[in-house]
């Protein structure tokens, strides 16, 4: 059958964050730990987001806006604005450190915000290969219009399309914005798949499915997404994991013991800093 996950909100700064995966009913869909949604929101002149440097390990991040813009910076020397429909892409391996801030301009005037940071767990393998950040601008990534179905490849493969982002496992990531009465057949390349409505109201086979929750259709299922008003949504899935994956934090590993050395390295400086934005920091969690 259908499971229909709803998502737990947190509200950081006026933002509210939902957050889908894990929960008891999905600890992971395909290579996907981790599932959030951002906004939408309209934040206040001289307002933003503001999340300080904080540390990674064993997963890449990837960062997908349809509205407003990120800074991102890291202990690798990346400075880079996301805008909407780019792709920001860390590889974390076997450690970095980042921070993610409204930039300077946009805290000028009142300014949207809605996308999507979803973590992927990296295979066993290559948890601890070398920490990488990738910048895809919009305008790289495969993408159809069809039908009144925009689709765009975020990584991975689909519908015939490869995205330019390297990742480590098979990977479905699709960004597709319908218009209202149009529909599409969910890509079925892959062994695992999940639907997160961002916004709208649409159908999954002819059912109604709520908008800001995860759906993951039920194996073998046709999965036809139809739109009853114009809809934006993310699929989402690959191949599963090659294993369980502990999340403790910012930390995924297939390895308590890892986690703890990267509880240690952290407390002790040892993931390095990030050139200008090196004055604060998120310190360990207590519990």
């Keep these: 059958m259908t499971t229909i996950i709803a998502p737990r909100i947190h509200d950081i700064g006026g933002l509210q964050v939902r957050r889908a995966v894990p929960t008891l009913q999905a600890r992971s869909v395909g290579p996907f730990v ?9 934040l206040s002149p001289g307002t933003g987001i503001d999340v300080r440097p904080h540390p990674h390990i064993g997963l890449a991040t990837v960062t997908f ?7 991102h910076r890291d202990t690798l020397g990346s400075d880079q604005v996301i805008r909407p429909g780019d792709v920001n892409w860390m590889t974390a391996g076997r450690g970095i450190a980042h921070s993610e801030r409204t930039p300077a301009v946009e805290r000028e005037h009142d300014h949207p915000l809605h996308g999507m940071q979803t973590w992927l767990a990296l295979p066993k393998d290559v948890e601890e290969t070398d920490p990488a950040f990738y910048h895809h601008a919009a305008a790289t990534l495969p993408q159809q219009r069809r039908n009144g179905a925009w689709l765009r490849v975020i990584a991975g493969r689909a519908y015939g399309e490869e995205s330019p982002v390297k990742v480590f496992a098979d990977t479905l990531n699709v960004a597709i914005d319908l218009d209202a009465d149009a529909e599409i057949d969910l890509d079925t390349g892959h062994a695992e798949r999940s639907l ?5 109201q649409a159908q999954l086979d002819g059912v109604d499915v709520p908008a800001q929750h995860l759906i993951i259709p039920e194996p073998g299922a046709r999965g036809r997404l139809r739109a009853k008003t114009p809809i934006k949504a993310m699929l989402m899935g690959g191949e599963p994991l090659d294993g369980p994956r502990h999340l403790w934090w910012n930390f995924v590993s297939s390895s308590t013991e890892r986690i703890e050395q990267a509880k240690h390295d952290w407390e002790s400086g040892r993931f390095g800093t990030i050139p200008g934005d090196d004055k604060e920091f998120i310190p360990l969690p207590s519990y």
């Design 34 to 42: 981790f599932v959030d949604q951002m906004g939408p929101a309209v």
């Design 65 to 71: 806006l349809w509205s407003g813009a990120i800074g």
């Design 196 to 200: 997160y409505i961002l916004e709208g």
